[in-house]
């Protein structure tokens, strides 16, 4: 069961999100990165837990979400 979370995509509350990726900032934990299935769909966002073994961790339409 997915709980509303906020959507990095469409920067507002999704209510089926899915962690998709984390990014390492060099400092701290790092951001947990979750997007709506709506999103995922419209940018071709794998679930984090669908990333090939060798992924490092970062949304797979990473960096053009980069601002
Ligand atoms: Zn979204």
Do not use: Q
């Not at 951001?31 to 073994?53: E, F, I, N, Q, W």
């Amino acid at each position: 069961m997915n709980d509303p979370r906020w959507c990095r995509w469409h920067k507002g509350i999704g209510p089926d999100t899915a962690l998709v990726g984390v990014i390492e900032t060099g400092s701290g934990p790092g951001g947990m990165l979750y997007a709506c299935s709506r999103c995922r769909k419209r940018h071709g966002l794998t679930p984090l837990v669908d990333h090939p073994a060798d992924s490092d961790g970062s949304p797979s339409d990473y960096p053009r979400v980069r601002t």
